[in-house]
C-alpha cells in the first residue's frame, strides 16, 4: 500500500535543542498531518497542512513547533527548544483529497527529550 | 471531554471469538468514522471507514453505523492472536480548515490461543 516514509525513526535529543523531523508522504497526496502519541496515551492531533500552509493546528501546537515543505521536499517538523515534554511519538500522515480518503501513517519518530 | 470515547479499554477474547469494540462521538459535525489499527511499536494501518447508517462488512470485520447517536461498533468475527492490537475510532471532521482525524483513546484487544 502506500508509505509515508519518516526520519529519524529515533532521536534522543538534550532539552533546549533543536530538533527536525522529517516526512515523506505518499507520492501525490496534497494533505499532510502531525499528530502526536505518548506512550499509552491517545493519538492527538497537532496540525494539518495544504497548499504551503497550516490549516489548523491544535492547542498542543505550540508557538515553539512550526511546520513546512519547501518546494515539495520533505514535509517536516521543527521543534525549538525542545522541552521535556516533547518526549513521544511523532507521526506524519497524508491524504489525497480533503473529504472521505483515508490518512496513510508513517511508522512514527520516536523523540526522547533528557 | 473527550470528543471520542471508546469502549471498552481493554477486551480478551479467545481465538476463534467475537470481539466487539465501541465508539462515540460528542461531536454532531463528524461526517466519517474510522477504524484503525495499531500494533505495538508500529503506525495506525486503516481498517474500515463508514460513513451512511447501518452496516459493512469486509471479511471477518463488520462495522455499524447509527448516525442518530453518533455511535459506531467494531466487530471481529473468529479473532486471531493476530489481530492482537490496539483498535482505535476516529472521527472525521471535514471544514475549510481541512480535514482532521480526531482519536479516542482505544481498545487494546487481546486474542488468546
Known amino acids: 500500500g502506500p508509505k509515508v516514509l519518516q526520519i529519524p525513526s529515533h532521536q534522543i535529543i538534550d532539552m533546549g535543542q533543536m530538533v527536525t523531523l522529517n516526512c515523506d508522504p505518499v507520492s501525490n497526496h496534497l494533505y499532510f498531518y502531525w499528530y502526536k502519541q505518548i506512550l499509552g496515551q491517545q493519538m492527538e492531533f497537532l496540525v494539518n497542512?495544504?497548499?504551503?500552509?497550516?490549516?489548523?493546528k491544535s492547542k498542543l501546537f505550540k508557538d515553539q513547533f512550526s511546520v513546512e515543505r519547501p518546494d515539495g521536499s520533505y514535509f517536516t517538523l521543527k521543534i525549538q527548544p525542545t522541552a521535556l515534554e516533547d518526549s513521544a511519538v511523532y507521526f506524519c500522515a497524508s491524504s489525497s483529497t480533503i473529504s472521505g480518503n483515508t490518512l496513510y501513517f508513517g511508522e512514527g519518530s520516536r523523540l526522547i527529550v533528557v | 471531554q473527550q470528543k471520542v470515547q471508546q469502549s471498552p479499554e481493554s477486551l480478551i477474547v479467545p481465538e476463534g471469538g467475537m470481539a466487539s469494540l465501541n465508539c462515540t462521538s460528542s461531536?454532531?459535525?463528524?461526517?466519517y468514522f474510522w477504524w484503525y489499527r495499531q500494533h505495538s511499536g508500529k503506525s495506525p494501518k486503516m481498517l474500515m471507514s463508514i460513513f451512511s447508517n447501518g452496516e459493512k462488512e469486509e471479511g471477518r470485520f463488520t462495522v455499524h453505523l447509527n448516525k442518530a447517536s453518533l455511535h459506531t461498533s467494531l466487530h471481529i468475527r473468529d479473532s486471531q492472536p493476530s489481530d492482537s492490537a490496539l483498535y482505535l475510532c476516529?472521527?472525521?471532521?471535514?471544514?475549510?480548515?481541512?480535514?482532521?482525524?480526531?482519536f479516542g483513546i482505544g481498545t487494546l484487544l487481546s486474542v488468546k490461543p
Open positions: 497542512f495544504y497548499n504551503g500552509k497550516v490549516m489548523e
Open positions: 476516529a472521527a472525521a471532521i471535514y471544514g475549510s480548515s481541512g480535514n482532521k482525524l480526531i
Open positions: 461531536d454532531r459535525n463528524v461526517d
